[in-house]
């Protein structure tokens, strides 16, 4: 039987699971009826919405997790404040950030400034009336708990809201406006760049 291979754009607060542990916590079979045995490649937290993929293929899942393969996601993250060009520059390198109570040192990331078209979240993000805020586009091959987060605190920026915009050459544009997309491993792994 051949492996089914699925797009979503996750939206903020729905859990990347099956399972609800929490009765009011959204999981992904709120979404959709995925098929029994799909899963979601890597996770996006609760608070973190777009590009997810599912499928019940083990090969793709060790392709884009493991990290000899070190495949590029893309973020577009809203930070509290309008960080300069040190702040930018520190971001790239690297800062160092906490991961389970030990000091880890970031690999260098791509960062630019940005200003998507994004429509609103629901729930709204906090506004201050008086704190300006601001887009940066993140892409970097490491996956750690939170990480992004963490890079944009530790230069002094909160994140306000995350969107995993990309993997690889496969994009949030690929969903053509739909929530869910089912599409074939021929075309994913060509998208992902899996040789």
Request: charged share 30%.
């Amino acid at each position: 039987m051949p492996h089914r291979y699925f797009l979503i754009n996750k939206p903020y607060g729905v859990l990347s699971q099956f399972t609800r542990e929490v009765p009011e916590h959204r999981t992904l079979a709120d979404l959709f009826p995925f098929p029994r045995g799909v899963y979601p490649v890597g996770r996006l937290d609760r608070d973190s919405e777009g590009l997810l993929i599912l499928t019940d293929d083990p090969r793709l899942n060790d392709r884009l997790l493991h990290p000899r393969h070190a495949h590029a996601r893309t973020y577009w993250v809203q930070v509290e404040g309008e960080p300069g060009a040190e702040a930018l520059e520190a971001l790239a390198r690297g800062p160092e950030i906490r991961i389970k109570g030990k000091v880890h040192r970031s690999q260098p990331v791509v960062v630019k400034p940005i200003a998507p078209a994004v429509p609103r979240r629901n729930p709204p993000i906090r506004e201050r009336k008086h704190i300006a805020d601001s887009w940066l586009q993140l892409t970097l091959t490491e996956g750690k708990n939170r990480q992004v987060r963490r890079m944009c605190a530790a230069v002094g920026f909160p994140v306000l809201r995350l969107l995993r915009y990309a993997i690889e050459g496969l994009s949030l544009e690929e969903l053509e406006g739909e929530a869910v997309r089912e599409v074939t491993g021929d075309w994913l792994r060509t998208k992902l760049e899996l040789r």
